[in-house]
């Protein structure tokens, strides 16, 4: 069967991991969240101190770049790969709210950008690939044969990632999620480098009112259509 490459976008916890995970199973696809990456370069300027509540030195981090290394270890018991900073396994601690609160920002550094978007081409090369992120469809891979852009109503997401965090253990309250939810989607949005945008030939799903499944069903179809 032809293999292609499958951009999934979309405002922040609309699922599209969860979707992606699901697809790349299903066909035998590799599965990269390029979310995970911003959150690592993230994590790294939270350690160095390049970023902290009313601080922030992009150029100190820029000028630390060439010392990041992002890799995505295939974890056979979780059935995908899993985000190693400099030989480290941070997928626990990137998905943490102090990292959410400041990955935004980051993100919106064209340097930054401009090394994660070369590394997440090289790994599509092969095609047989499922991405989720912003500017996948728009920027990673314009020519993707299936494009998603994914949309819920923001009190739906943070609802969503409000029981994901409470899972985990995290001592979070809703309308925090909520703030976080809504404070990425607008600087996601406005951001001047590959802002959030929907590409032409995106199909849109929004999600507010399915089921797992029937969402799921949904992008199965999108898929033979796209073959
Ligand atoms: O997907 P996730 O919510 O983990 O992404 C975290 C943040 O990383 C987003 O809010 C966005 O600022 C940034 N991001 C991005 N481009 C991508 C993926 C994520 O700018 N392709």
Do not use: W
């Given at each position: 069967?032809?293999?292609?490459?499958i951009?999934i976008?979309?405002?922040?916890?609309?699922?599209?991991?969860?979707v992606?995970?699901?697809l790349?199973?299903?066909?035998?696809?590799?599965?990269?969240?390029?979310?995970?990456?911003?959150?690592?370069?993230?994590?790294?300027?939270?350690?160095?101190?390049?970023?902290?509540?009313?601080?922030?030195?992009?150029?100190?981090?820029?000028?630390?770049?060439?010392?990041?290394?992002?890799?995505?270890?295939?974890?056979?018991?979780?059935?995908?790969?899993?985000?190693?900073?400099?030989?480290?396994?941070?997928?626990?601690?990137?998905?943490?709210?102090?990292?959410?609160?400041?990955?935004?920002?980051?993100?919106?550094?064209?340097?930054?950008?401009?090394?994660?978007?070369?590394?997440?081409?090289?790994?599509?090369?092969?095609?047989?690939?499922?991405?989720?992120?912003?500017?996948?469809?728009?920027?990673?891979?314009?020519?993707?044969e299936l494009k998603i852009?994914?949309?819920?109503?923001?009190?739906?997401?943070?609802?969503?990632?409000?029981?994901?965090?409470?899972?985990?253990?995290?001592?979070?309250?809703?309308?925090?999620?909520?703030?976080?939810?809504?404070?990425?989607?607008?600087?996601?949005?406005?951001?001047?480098?590959?802002?959030?945008?929907?590409?032409?030939?995106a199909k849109e799903i929004?999600?507010?009112?399915?089921?797992?499944?029937?969402q799921f069903e949904k992008i199965l179809e999108l898929f033979k259509e796209a073959i």
């Amino acid at each position: 069967a032809k293999r292609i490459t499958i951009a999934i976008d979309g405002f922040s916890s609309t699922g599209k991991s969860t979707v992606a995970k699901q697809l790349a199973k299903e066909l035998g696809y590799v599965y990269v969240d390029t979310g995970a990456m911003y959150r690592a370069v993230t994590l790294y300027a939270l350690r160095r101190e390049f970023i902290a509540e009313g601080h922030f030195d992009p150029h100190a981090l820029i000028a630390e770049l060439p010392l990041i290394s992002l890799k995505f270890i295939f974890n056979p018991d979780k059935g995908f790969g899993e985000m190693y900073l400099n030989d480290e396994n941070v997928e626990q601690e990137i998905r943490q709210m102090q990292v959410s609160q400041f990955v935004s920002k980051v993100a919106a550094i064209p340097e930054v950008r401009e090394m994660l978007v070369a590394q997440q081409q090289e790994m599509g090369k092969g095609k047989g690939i499922v991405m989720d992120g912003r500017d996948i469809g728009t920027v990673v891979f314009p020519d993707a044969e299936l494009k998603i852009f994914m949309t819920a109503t923001a009190d739906e997401r943070a609802q969503r990632r409000y029981l994901e965090l409470k899972e985990r253990g995290e001592n979070v309250t809703f309308e925090e999620v909520l703030e976080n939810v809504e404070e990425r989607d607008l600087l996601d949005t406005t951001r001047k480098d590959s802002p959030l945008v929907k590409a032409e030939d995106a199909k849109e799903i929004d999600n507010s009112h399915l089921t797992l499944a029937g969402q799921f069903e949904k992008i199965l179809e999108l898929f033979k259509e796209a073959i």
